[in-house]
């Protein structure tokens, strides 16, 4: 293996860097995994206000693309899907998709998105992916999307924790700037400061009553446990000051009793709570459509109806009206699938997908591709939608125009990345 | 789910064709600082988290070192036995498991588990389709694992169960609920086997192939999902060497192995692509179309080079001696391994003794246990029973729902690479982590399915002394901070009670050094 980083750089830059580096991180906490070679960095201003909170959602599994936006009017699509196309906008069929314009519909089962799309507020940018990668696995392909930077097995923090270690708290006094619905830390927040998983958040506590004693041992007990106790701890306390189970989202938004619309009402609660959260993460599971992947009605159909609820619902809450909680939602999937539907009705690990944003600040209303085409001497290796928008384009005009972020070289290492006009 | 089997019977695949294949089983050294052992740019890349997982320096001894390494926590008996023998004699006694009587575990767990144990892979599957596998499957068999951990003289054993568990890894959710023969044929009896056994056995392990859909990879239509993993994830690992077009080229080899009607491992000729094929630089000349076995070969010759390839040894040297040794295994530690694989031909045995020597139990750094770890070595050390579960649909489950709320249920990884074995993963869950322990560390008259902890080992000298010293032999072999016994004797100040001993217990469970092993 290479470790370009570690080799590139002169030890007096990596000295340097990391030095200040650490300095300015202990304005929040030392966090824990810095990587080494991250160059120097210029802190983002931290007036209260000026950045969004970031809602990360990954569909893990690789999202079929193809389904999820479907471009009806390329004529090879219902070639290459003669049993897992959606039909028409104008057909007469019962699962006949939604027009997002003359050329892609979004299947009846995401209609929850209709109404944050036809309100500028939610966009699709397809034919987007990795182009750095030809990568097909699962683990490799979500860790090179989430760590910000593909092909290198030594990275080991995640694209949003370098935005959120180099830049300083939005609050100083949140024991919590990040943090993730999921049991354990998924690698986007691999390495940020003042971060951690809340499973469930509406019952988070200790019930030992001897936390004094736990405060002391602790105190000095090896990091990474030293800081997931004492900020725990204080997370407990501030968490506690919220009431999850009764919270009454706003213009009438329900969430579904599903993994995703539970997860995004804990993260509007906490977003509207004001207790100084600038990311949250959550994980939407299941897209790995290889066999019997029902578009229409069956697996993928499931998730992508869990998908926009939680999404529909989560826009009326947060984003729909005059009031502006300054939120930017994103939702990744590690590849697309095949063009071309396998034969056990489902498609195999592909390149290309879609992503999704929303937010008052995202250009939306409409779909960013620069589309490749389906024929087969357009496809990649004969076989899948090509990429030709790079993610970290789409992460890195986000993280500088929404985030506040100019270091764009820590956070997507090795990349230049080119600016698709995803925001406002 | 429902659907997709029902379809699968409906085209065809799923019927019986052929004669069926069963499954096949075919001196000390000081402990030094770790950064300072450590090229800097070696600990750097690893963004200083070596530096800062440090070495825990009370922990001198090396019988306990290795008892810590390869138990789910040490029992008092083995504690004993280990400083009796010696190092090397006791980790010979583990490598042997068969030689150690189990057989109250055997007996209990044969005994309380009865009707899940004699569930046959047809009856799984009708439970996945028509019953409700969550408590007839999925509940029983993750309580199963837990207290066989629980209960096992074998440790050693049940530790390499658990790393080649996560290895070939199946979801306990899907794959018909056929987790249960995976587990019982493929990853049990293999163990401590042959690494070529064991991917052999994985190959025909109907839930891994229902899993990883293999059984949708036809001639007609292909679908390397199992293909891949096979090599990616179970061999030469993802930087193994080889590409894309070696994926689609195995899936092809691989077609025809399959599973039949009754959930058991199939091989169908009538499936099998038997045009040339060129795989990872072997190649497979075209042939006429045969009927029984013809064509299985491919698969089998194809196996047995996965199995010696070098990239395969070094890729589960490397992950071993992350599991027991350290996070960053160095080239001259997975060198030795490797030169062990060799030389044993992939025996486990042979390859365990490199992997844990003295030298390297000595030098490692202390690793984070991982929830289902934590909680075993909670009830372990703590001599605690489990009370059975009377009614699976109401009563508490001690054995199996604090798992889930650590995000560490068996089998319950949601991809196919297994729970992970990282620290920085695992770190941030210390909340879930006190409370859980806590919930498992109980004392007499708690209802079914709770786990009770023997307090009466704790009060044979009923003082303050006695107490904490029972604490830090039991739970810690005798090697126990200064600070903890200190927290200790101010838990039990106001006098010994037998409440005051259970806090004292679970303090010292949500203990920063019982978190590691």
């Known amino acids: 293996m290479n470790h370009p980083h570690d080799d590139v750089a002169c030890d007096e830059y990596r000295h340097v860097s990391r030095r200040r580096f650490l300095e300015l991180g202990s304005l929040g906490a030392a966090s824990a995994s810095l990587p080494s070679w991250l160059p120097s960095v210029t802190f983002a201003e931290s007036e209260n206000g000026v950045r969004d909170v970031l ?70 940018v397809h034919a987007c992916g990795q182009s750095a990668t030809k990568s097909r696995s699962h683990f490799e392909a979500e860790r090179y999307l989430e760590q910000g930077k593909p092909e290198d097995y030594t990275i080991q923090s995640g694209w949003l924790a370098r935005h959120l270690a180099t830049s300083a708290p939005l609050n100083a006094s949140a024991p919590m700037r990040a943090t993730s619905i999921t049991y354990g830390m998924p690698r986007t927040l691999a390495g940020a400061p003042k971060s951690l998983p809340v499973p469930r958040p509406a019952s988070f506590g200790v019930t030992s ?107 009326q809450d947060i984003m729909q009206g005059p009031i502006n909680y300054r939120v930017t939602l994103i939702a990744t999937t590690e590849f697309g699938r095949n063009a071309r539907e396998n034969g056990s009705l489902g498609t195999d690990h592909g390149r290309a997908s879609v992503m999704f944003l929303m937010g008052k600040a995202i250009a939306g209303g409409q779909v960013i591709t620069q589309w490749p085409g389906l024929e087969r001497e357009q496809l990649e290796d004969g076989q899948d939608l090509r990429v030709t928008i790079d993610m970290r384009d789409v992460l890195a005009e986000v993280v500088q125009n929404r985030l506040n972020n100019r270091n764009l070289s820590a956070i997507f290492p090795d990349y230049t990345p080119r600016f698709r006009g995803v925001t406002k | ?81 280990a400083l009796d023998v010696g190092y090397e004699a ?19 767990i044969a005994a309380t588990y009865r009707e899940l144990l004699a569930l046959t892979p047809r009856q799984a599957m009708n439970i996945a389709d028509n019953g ?63 690494v070529s056994d064991l991917i052999n056995a994985s190959m025909r392990s109907s839930a891994m192939l229902w899993y990883l859909d293999q059984v949708w990879n036809t001639k007609w239509g292909i679908n390397e999902n199992y293909a891949r993993e096979l090599m990616e994830l179970h061999t030469v690992g993802w930087d193994g060497g080889y590409s894309q077009t070696d994926v689609r080229e195995l899936a092809r080899v691989l077609t025809g192995w399959s599973v039949d009607g009754q959930g058991i491992f199939q091989y169908k000729p009538e499936l099998h692509d038997f045009d040339a094929k060129t795989v990872f630089g072997m190649s497979f000349p075209a042939r006429s179309p045969g009927t029984g076995l013809a064509g299985m070969d491919e698969g089998i010759v194809f196996a047995a080079m996965l199995a010696n390839h070098p990239a395969t040894k070094r890729f589960i040297a490397a992950k071993l001696l992350r ?128 786990t009770i902890v023997d307090l009466d080992l704790f009060l044979t000298t009923p003082t303050v002394d006695g107490v904490v010293g029972a604490i830090r032999t039991r739970l810690f072999g005798g090697e126990m901070s200064a600070d903890l016994d200190a ?18 217990l679970h303090l010292a469970t949500m203990a920063p050094e019982f978190q590691f092993y």
């Open chain 1, 55 to 124: 809602v990360s959602v990954f569909l893990r599994g690789g999202a079929d693309g193809l389904t999820l936006v479907a471009p009806y009017a390329d004529p090879t699509y219902y070639a290459l899907r003669p049993t897992l196309a959606i039909p028409r906008p104008d057909s007469s069929s019962p699962n006949r998709g939604l027009a997002l314009g003359t050329f892609f519909m979004l299947p009846p089962t995401m209609a929850p998105l209709m109404a944050p799309y036809l309100s500028g507020e939610l966009l699709a």
């Open chain 1, 209 to 315: 009553s001897n936390t004094a004693a736990l405060q002391r041992l602790y105190n000095g007990a090896w990091t990474p446990m030293r800081d997931s106790a004492i900020d725990g701890m204080a997370t407990v306390t501030l968490l506690k000051k919220l009431d999850f189970n009764s919270y009454r989202p706003a213009n009438g938004a329900t969430y579904r009793n599903d993994n995703l619309g539970q997860s995004l009402r804990a993260i509007a609660t906490m977003i509207k709570g004001d207790i100084g959260l600038e990311a949250a993460h959550v994980d939407a599971n299941g897209w790995d459509t290889h066999a019997n992947q029902g578009s229409v009605g069956g697996v993928l159909a499931d998730n992508m109806t869990e998908f926009a609820s939680a999404l529909g619902a989560f826009w």
């Open chain 2, 1 to 81: 789910m429902k659907t997709s089997r029902r379809e699968w019977l409906r085209t065809g695949l799923g019927a019986a064709a052929g004669g069926a294949v069963l499954a096949s089983a075919g001196s000390p050294l000081a402990p030094a600082p770790l950064a300072a052992q450590l090229p800097t740019s070696r600990n750097a890349r690893l963004g200083g988290l070596l530096s800062q997982l440090g070495q825990q320096a009370a922990w001198k001894s090396p019988e306990l070192r290795l008892l810590r390494r390869t138990s789910h926590g040490q029992t008092a008996d083995q504690v004993a036995r």
């Open chain 2, 90 to 108: 006791y980790l010979e006694e583990q490598l042997n498991p068969q030689r150690i009587d189990d057989s109250d575990c055997e007996r209990h």
């Open chain 2, 132 to 194: 409700s596998p969550y408590f007839q499957i999925i509940r029983p068999l993750g309580r199963m694992t837990v207290e066989r951990t629980m209960l096992s003289e074998r440790p050693l054993y049940e530790r390499m169960v658990e790393f080649w568990s996560d290895h070939f890894h199946v979801p306990i959710d899907g794959a018909y609920s056929l987790k249960l023969f995976h587990e019982q044929q493929v990853i049990r009896p293999n163990a401590l086997g042959k």
């Open chain 2, 323 to 450: 599991w027991f040794v350290r996070p960053d295994p160095t080239d001259a530690q997975i060198g030795t391994v490797v030169t062990a694989y060799t030389r044993s031909g992939g025996d486990i045995k042979a390859i365990l003794r490199a992997v844990l020597s003295r030298e390297n139990l000595m030098r490692a750094p202390a690793k984070l246990k991982r929830p289902m770890h934590l909680m075993v070595s909670a009830l372990r050390t703590t001599g605690a029973r489990a009370v059975p579960v009377v009614d699976v649909r109401r009563d508490f489950d001690g054995l199996y729902l604090p798992l889930e709320a650590m995000g560490h249920r068996i089998g319950g990884w949601p991809t196919p690479d297994g729970y992970p074995d990282r620290a920085e993963f695992w770190a941030g869950m210390i909340i879930d982590r006190w409370n859980n322990v806590n919930t498992v560390l109980q004392v007499a008259n708690t209802g079914s399915g709770w």
């Open chain 2, 487 to 504: 927290e200790l004797r101010t838990v039990l100040a106001a006098g010994v009670s037998r409440s005051r001993v259970l806090d004292a």
